[in-house]
């Protein structure tokens, strides 16, 4: 019998559809229709550059060809230089104390992260608790590692914070992701503490996805759930510089937490992907390294962007919540608006919230990773759109 013929692996079919890959196909059918050029508010990938600094120091490592040190094979762990730098930010930003050796995994993308962090901590069968609405790859690393969903409920009448006292399934990790993607909330007062005392609890682990930490608004600081009394025995987290840094297709990351964790993780790693290409690592360390300026101004436009969708859609009537991080608002659409509607109608990409989970419907997400000029236009058309449908 040919190969062509045997049975598909069972890993392949429990993984959801890609919803990602639904956007950018909407994009392009609308793309392709006649009419007022489409605006796609609907992906949430960064258009501003990283800082030169990084640049520079990416570049001249690119440029090091007189030995195999560069574009040889790199560290399985990844360079010592470059965790002790990782060491550095979280002590001056969090005032948390990393061992660079034991607490630290240099991984080829927080996405890839989130998939070797469900492997880690999950046994096939094991239960998964994922925010309801959350970031929808988060399904795909459960099910890679063949565990149970099971929804964490975030209401926006409780600020989209999870109530743990109702939650009565016995988890194996239990996943949060604040600033959010999507819901834009970030973290309130004791959230990080319940989680702890429930990982502790229930005798499960914790992972918080800290891609946004730094794109918090109006004086808010996002904490990482390592400052928490009893974090280091129980949790993982989980940094990006794709948004921080504008290094989306990078492709590096890294996770820190808990050692036990953390060298699992590793050991996935060692067998996989076998490191992180040293250029790269040279300009993450280069930026986390700095005196982080660029950060500050990058969030700026963030939030200058913020406020004009925000204020152009609330002064139309728009129910959104309280975009406190991140780089989008999320939208409960009025009856008969949807995110085909707005297509069609004001030629403008949205991500639907059913997407994010079932306690997304109804929803859309809107991205502030878009041009200035582009979401200023986009903002008024939404703005028509929503004024001429109640």
């Not at 990938?45 to 640049?55: E, M, Q, R, V, Y």
């Not at 399934?169 to 309130?188: D, H, R």
């Not at 050991?267 to 300026?293: I, K, M, P, W, Y």
């Not at 986009?378 to 004024?387: I, M, P, S, T, V």
């Amino acid at each position: 019998m040919s190969g062509e013929h045997r049975a598909r692996p069972r890993r392949l079919d429990r993984l959801p559809e890609q919803y990602f890959t639904q956007i950018l196909a909407a994009a392009a059918r609308a793309r392709a229709q006649p009419g007022a050029r489409f605006l796609d508010l609907g992906r949430g990938n960064p258009d501003l550059p990283p800082p030169a600094h990084a640049i520079a120091a990416l570049r001249a490592a690119a440029l090091e060809t007189a030995t195999p040190v560069v574009h040889g094979y790199p560290p399985f762990g990844g360079h010592a230089d470059l965790k002790a730098a990782i060491a550095e930010r979280y002590a001056a930003d969090h005032g948390v104390a990393l061992d660079p050796d034991r607490e630290v995994a240099v991984i080829p993308g927080t996405k890839t992260g989130i998939m070797l962090a469900c492997l880690a901590a999950a046994e096939a069968g094991d239960a998964i608790l994922l925010p309801d609405p959350g970031y929808p790859d988060y399904l795909s690393g459960a099910a890679l590692a063949g565990a149970k969903v099971a929804p964490l409920p975030l209401e926006a009448s409780a600020g989209f914070q999870p109530d743990f006292d109702a939650v009565s399934a016995t988890a194996a990790l239990t996943v949060l992701n604040y600033p959010s993607n999507p819901t834009a909330a970030c973290e309130q007062a004791g959230t990080f503490e319940a989680a702890v005392a429930f990982a502790h609890e229930r005798g499960g682990w914790v992972l918080n996805d800290l891609a946004y930490g730094f794109l918090a608004f109006d004086g808010r600081r996002a904490r990482s759930i390592l400052e928490v009394d009893g974090a280091r025995d129980v949790a993982l987290e989980l940094w990006s510089p794709s948004k921080i840094y504008g290094m989306a297709g990078w492709r590096i990351g890294f996770a820190v937490g808990s050692p036990t964790l953390v060298a699992r993780i590793q050991e996935l790693v060692d067998h996989t992907t076998a490191g992180v290409f040293t250029a790269l690592q040279r300009g993450l360390a280069a930026a986390l390294r700095s005196d982080q300026a660029d950060v500050a101004e990058r969030r700026e436009v963030y939030r200058r962007r913020r406020d004009a969708l925000v204020d152009t859609l609330a002064a139309a009537g728009a129910d959104l919540a309280p975009a406190a991080g991140s780089f989008f608002v999320w939208w409960r659409l009025p009856p008969g608006l949807t995110p085909e509607r707005l297509i069609d109608e004001a030629r403008v990409g949205v991500a639907p919230g059913e997407g994010f989970g079932a306690r997304g419907a109804g929803w859309a997400r809107l991205s502030l990773a878009t041009p200035d000029a582009d979401l200023v236009e986009a903002a008024d058309r939404l703005a028509g759109a929503l004024r001429t449908s109640t």
